[in-house]
């Protein structure tokens, strides 16, 4: 299937940060692609809990989608530019959204 509609760059920012692989390695094992990838399937998509937009996360929202343009530029210009600061931002931006903990951010980064 193809993913069409608004919000596209939202989605992608919440497909490409550490909290959704997290939970995909997680609960949805077996979907890998290559080392660092992964095949996202209807059914994971269908229920992966994706905060939708509204006015209290907005700001947010919009700092994603900035971010995700930055690295779409970035790769544009040269496509192994080194984009982790721009990730980085958008994983703190995403737990900002979910509403985590220190100690749970350490969780998902394996750093516990």
Known sequence: FILTGE???YLIAFLN???VAFIFKTFYAGGNLGENGFRYKKAFLEK???PKINSKNQKLANE???LVDEILKAKEQ???ANTQELENKINSLVYKLYNL???E???IENKE
């Open 78 to 80: 040269d496509k192994n």
């Open 7 to 9: 919000n596209l760059k």
């Open 64 to 66: 994603l989608v900035n």
């Open 101 to 103: 903990t220190e100690e």
């Open 48 to 50: 992966l809990p994706i």
């Open 17 to 19: 940060n550490d909290f």
């Open 105 to 107: 951010i350490k969780i």
